[in-house]
Structure formats: structure tokens, C-alpha cells
């Protein structure tokens, strides 16, 4: 069964920095494009980052680019979201999600495996 799992959500101040991990389960990362999003109350899903097999390219969100910064460890099957200068308009539900192609894409239609998500909070 092919699952991904995130962990690293949480509560933490504006300005402050959180990394998220996306574990995969069941197959290898390697071998797939992997994808963040998040949710935020009342809002529809948004692309925030993705990470394509070959050469590790990326692609940003205008949202968060400067700020935020995606990676892969192929060898703990994990890929990060590090995330930097937290805005309070950062809070949502954030979840990763693999395909099994080269190329990312920021559409959420684009994946066909996905985690359960994580809750990100920016507040004071």
C-alpha cells in the first residue's frame, strides 16, 4: 500500500521557521515527483511546492517563494519543507502528495498519492 505521512506541523510565532517531512511508505521516493500543499480555512487547495526525480528541480508558489524551501532524501525516503519567516497567512493544513513521473507540477490534480496532512499555526 502506498501512503505518505507528514509530520512537523505545530504552533509557532510569526517570523519563526517549522520543517515539515513527508515519509513515504510502501515505495520509493526516488522514483516519483512529490508535491506540498495547504488548506487553509475557507480557502480552496494551493500548490505551495514541488520537486521533480531528476536533478531534484523545484518549483515555488509566488506565495512563499524566498521563504520556504522543498528537498529530497532519497536515502530516508522523506522530502522536507522547510519553512522560514512564517506569515500568519501561512496557517493551514499542509499535505504532500507523489506521482510517479519526473516532472512536478503545483495542480493538485497532478498526484495521485497523498498524505493525511498537517496542521501549520503562525500566531502570537
Known amino acids: 500500500q502506498l501512503q505518505l505521512v507528514e509530520s512537523g506541523g505545530g504552533l509557532v510565532q510569526p517570523g519563526g521557521s517549522l520543517r515539515l517531512s513527508c515519509t513515504a511508505s510502501?515505495?520509493?521516493?526516488?522514483?516519483?515527483?512529490i508535491g506540498w500543499f495547504r488548506q487553509a480555512p475557507g480557502k480552496e487547495q494551493e500548490g505551495v511546492s514541488c520537486?521533480?526525480?531528476?536533478?531534484?528541480?523545484?518549483d515555488y508558489a509566488p506565495s512563499v517563494k524566498g521563504r520556504f524551501t522543498i528537498s529530497r532524501d532519497n536515502a530516508q525516503n522523506t522530502v522536507y519543507l522547510q519553512m522560514d519567516s512564517l506569515k500568519p497567512e501561512d496557517t493551514a493544513v499542509y499535505s504532500c502528495a507523489a506521482v510517479h513521473l519526473n516532472e512536478c507540477s503545483l495542480s493538485r490534480h497532478w498526484y495521485t498519492v497523498w498524505g493525511q496532512g498537517t496542521q501549520v499555526t503562525v500566531s502570537s
Open positions: 520537486v521533480t526525480i531528476i536533478n531534484s528541480l523545484v
Open positions: 510502501g515505495f520509493t521516493i526516488d522514483r516519483y515527483a
